[in-house]
C-alpha cells in the first residue's frame, strides 16, 4: 500500500474528542487488554439486544471536526503521512469518496457522510457510553464510528493482525455498517432479531460479513478514490495488502476469538462468523467490486 503524499487530508471527517467519560457499552469479550472486553464492528447483539439503544444521550468532548487533527495533517506538514491520525482520516477520506458515488449507482440512494471519532480510554456516544474495550464499533443512533487508536496496537500484538492494510479493512468494515444503516438494512436486521430472538446471533452474522464484504468492495475500488482536489488517495494497493486485510478478517473471526479465550469452537454463539467466513466475503467482495454481491442473508 502506498498513499499518494500529495494527497490532501480531509480532517473535517474525522474527531478527535480525547477522553469523554464512559464505561457503559461493552461487546463481547475479547482478549484484547485492560479489563473490559471488546469486539470488531458493529456487535447488534449487545447494542440492541443486551445493552439497548440508549438514544438522546449527545457525544461529549471537541466536536470541532478534527482539532488539533487539522494542524497535524495540513499541506505543509512534510511528515503528516507518518501521522496514525493523518493516515486514517485519509482512509476514511478514500471510503466515503468511493461510497458518495456507488451508493446511488447500484442503489440508487444518496450517500450521507459519516464521521469518525477518535477518543481516548472511553466516550460516550448515543448507543451509550463505551470504553477502549469495545474496539472499533459503528453506532446507528448518531450515524458515527468510533474508535481508540490504540486499538491497532492490540490488533497487531494480541491478534497477530499486523499488516498495514489492517487498518483500512476495519475502517472500511464499519463504514459498511454505516452503508447498512443507510440503506435501511440494519433496521430491517433489528426488527427480525426482536421478533425472533432466537435467531439474533445468526441475524448478526449476516450483517457483520456483509460489512466485510463492503470492505472488500471498497479495497477493489481504492486507487480510483481521490481526494477533494481530485489527487489519487492510493498510489497502489498490492496483493499482500489483501493478504493482509484477509489476515485481520482470520484474526478476528469468532472460532479464532474463542480459541483465544481458551475454549471451545461453539457455532451457536458466533456473532460476526468464523475467519473462513469473513475472508470468503471480503473476497467476494473484492473479486466482483460489486456492492450487491454482498446479499449474505440469502447466502
Excluded at 449527545?58 to 493523518?86: H, I, T, Y
Excluded at 444518496?110 to 469518525?116: C, G, I, L, Q, R
Excluded at 443507510?182 to 426482536?194: D, F, H, I, K, N
Excluded at 471451545?264 to 468464523?274: I, L, N, Q, Y
Aim: proline share 4%; with cysteine; charged share 20%.
Amino acid at each position: 500500500m502506498e498513499l499518494n503524499e500529495n494527497a490532501q487530508v480531509d480532517t473535517g471527517q474525522v474527531r478527535d474528542v480525547g477522553r469523554s467519560g464512559g464505561g457503559g457499552l461493552r461487546g463481547i469479550p475479547i482478549p484484547i487488554g485492560g479489563k473490559g472486553g471488546g469486539v470488531i464492528g458493529l456487535i447488534i447483539l449487545a447494542l440492541l439486544v443486551v445493552g439497548g439503544l440508549v438514544g438522546g444521550n449527545a457525544l461529549m468532548g471537541d466536536d470541532s471536526g478534527g482539532g488539533d487533527v487539522a494542524q497535524e495533517c495540513a499541506q505543509s506538514n512534510p511528515e503528516r503521512l507518518n501521522n496514525v491520525k493523518c493516515r486514517n482520516a485519509l482512509f476514511v477520506n478514500s471510503i466515503q469518496n468511493y461510497w458518495q458515488s456507488a451508493l446511488p449507482q447500484h442503489f440508487n440512494r444518496p450517500y450521507e457522510p459519516s464521521d469518525t471519532v477518535f477518543f481516548s480510554q472511553a466516550v460516550t456516544t448515543a448507543c451509550g457510553q463505551a470504553d477502549s474495550g469495545v474496539g472499533p464499533f459503528y453506532c446507528p443512533e448518531d450515524n458515527l464510528i468510533y474508535i481508540d487508536l490504540t486499538f491497532w496496537d492490540q490488533l497487531a500484538t494480541r491478534f497477530g493482525a499486523r499488516g498495514e492494510f489492517a487498518q483500512p479493512y476495519v475502517l472500511a468494515h464499519e463504514y459498511g455498517h454505516h452503508v447498512q444503516d443507510l440503506l435501511g438494512t440494519e433496521a430491517q436486521v433489528r426488527r427480525e432479531m426482536q421478533r425472533d430472538p432466537g435467531n439474533a446471533n445468526a441475524l448478526s452474522v449476516g450483517l457483520e460479513l456483509q460489512a466485510d464484504c463492503y470492505a472488500g468492495v471498497w479495497t477493489k475500488h481504492a486507487t480510483k478514490t481521490t481526494d477533494a482536489g481530485g489527487q489519487p488517495i492510493f498510489k497502489s494497493i498490492t496483493q499482500q495488502d489483501i493478504n493482509d486485510a484477509l489476515g485481520a478478517a482470520a484474526a478476528v473471526g469468532d472460532d479464532a476469538i474463542q480459541k483465544k479465550m481458551g475454549g471451545s469452537v461453539d457455532e451457536s454463539k458466533f456473532t460476526h462468523g468464523s475467519s473462513a467466513q469473513r475472508q470468503q466475503w471480503f473476497t467476494r467482495g473484492f473479486s466482483t467490486g460489486d456492492p450487491k454481491a454482498c446479499n449474505t442473508f440469502t447466502a
